[in-house]
């Protein structure tokens, strides 16, 4: 790795040593410091047009959407000054418009790269980001972060060296995540042909009457979950409007499962108990080792479920608990259906959504209802078969996950390489000229 003949200390602990002919002040004293303003959805939708309204997203190159005029015509480096992506820095160039949680920088003087300052900013934003409820970085914390100038012409050959590193690195990832949603297709895809199909391919067929489902074997069984549940307890929802509310909750006691333990499937965790008296009047909604529970809360046909409609087995040894009122428990009839099998059908198909969708009449449901759910019909195979069809899968989906896992940990080594790649050259720990 090339470097500089000599170096000078800045003090600035995550800047570092800068090469000896590069000078050091402070973003405020080079450039004039602007806001976007407040464009609302129904703007966009009202003034169609060709100019675009840049936000604090970071997809689609942080673009809301087009109108028809423009607040800014020139260059520009925008940063988000709020919400999640704070200290973002793009830039931009062109006629465009910024929303009100954009900061706008402008040339106050002519020796500057802005492209430059875009890739130098985005590596030390961060520890000036004030962090509370709502990070920010404001137009007065952005005018006092120390500014490395180099030479306009390294600041140029320096752009043109990450410009071209940067878009093959950009180009290897974007690749990979191809590859990643490709592989996360075909676990889905085989898992639906083995849950609605099976594993023998000469097997009689039969119309299961729902046209994702297509047919399934003869011999299987299509019903609705209340045949493969215990009884009146097989699907039981949680409590609900004054059963369970906040003023029940104690500092210890019985826990009350909520819907972060289906998120993690990490049954250690929960801080919300309820006293051993309270536990005795909703002793029907008690969760045990077995049950199976279930999200019924969120938005439907999300890229991935947090909880709406995902299930977890609830572990042995759990110590006394009971349903979160965003919950529902399953007891399964394991004479029929087997718990391992209910999972995959449930968590890792497309059929158990689209059977909600149906059931429900609608594109975006926010509650699944435990009358809805004894309704919805699976695809039942005899009981040896789900056991020779779940060791199928797992060892299947398994190999299909070790790739995506690889291809996972390239990605980060990517983007670190990216990100180390950048700091190293804006300031001047490498010579790129």
Do not use: A
């Not at 600035?12 to 004293?29: A, F, K, M, T």
């Not at 500014?147 to 940067?166: A, H, N």
């Not at 097997?203 to 994702?212: A, F, I, L, Q, Y």
């Amino acid at each position: 790795m090339n470097r500089y003949d000599s170096y000078k200390d800045t003090d600035i602990p995550w800047v570092g040593n800068i090469p000896n002919h590069w000078d050091l002040s402070l973003v405020g004293r080079h450039f004039e410091i602007g806001r976007g303003r407040v464009i609302s959805k129904v703007e966009i939708q009202d003034n169609k047009g060709d100019y675009p309204v840049y936000s604090s997203q970071t997809s689609n190159n942080g673009e809301l959407g087009r109108i028809n005029t423009y607040d800014f015509d020139g260059d520009y480096v925008t940063w988000t000054t709020d919400g999640v992506y704070t200290g973002t820095c793009f830039y931009r160039t062109g006629k465009f418009n910024t929303t009100n949680v954009c900061g706008m920088l402008s040339l106050r003087r002519t020796h500057y790269s802005l492209p430059f300052l875009s890739y130098y900013l985005n590596m030390v934003t961060k520890p000036y980001v004030r962090v509370d409820i709502n990070p920010k970085l404001m137009n007065n914390m952005m005018s006092e972060i120390p500014l490395i100038i180099p030479p306009l012409s390294e600041q140029q050959q320096i752009v043109s060296f990450l410009d071209t590193k940067t878009l093959l690195i950009d180009s290897l990832i974007e690749k990979t995540q191809r590859k990643i949603k490709l592989l996360k297709e075909k676990r889905t895809s085989l898992i639906n042909e083995v849950v609605t199909k099976g594993l023998n391919p000469n097997v009689e067929m039969k119309d299961s009457g729902v046209e994702w489902i297509g047919e399934v074997p003869s011999h299987w069984e299509y019903i609705p979950t209340k045949y493969f549940t215990i009884n009146d307890k097989g699907v039981q929802t949680g409590p609900f409007g004054t059963q369970l509310n906040t003023k029940d909750y104690v500092e210890s006691g019985v826990k009350v499962m909520n819907q972060k333990t289906l998120i993690d499937e990490d049954y250690d965790i929960g801080e919300e108990f309820i006293s051993y008296e309270k536990y005795e009047s909703l002793k029907v909604f008690e969760v045990i080792g077995g049950d199976i529970i279930m999200g019924t809360r969120g938005s439907f046909g999300t890229g991935k479920r947090t909880t709406f409609g995902k299930v977890s087995i609830v572990p042995s040894g759990l110590g006394d608990c009971v349903l979160h009122p965003c919950l529902i428990r399953i007891r399964l009839k394991e004479n029929l259906m087997m718990k391992r099998y209910y999972y995959i059908y449930v968590n890792d198909s497309s059929c158990f959504l689209d059977d909600v969708k149906d059931t429900s009449n609608s594109t975006t449901i926010e509650v699944i209802y435990g009358v809805t759910l004894k309704d919805i019909k699976v695809p039942v195979p005899p009981i040896q078969e789900q056991q020779q069809i779940v060791e199928y899968l797992d060892e299947q989906t398994q190999l299909i996950d070790k790739t995506i896992f690889i291809e996972e940990k390239r990605i980060e080594r990517l983007k670190e390489y990216r990100q180390s790649l950048i700091s190293e050259v804006v300031t001047g720990k490498r010579k790129v000229v």
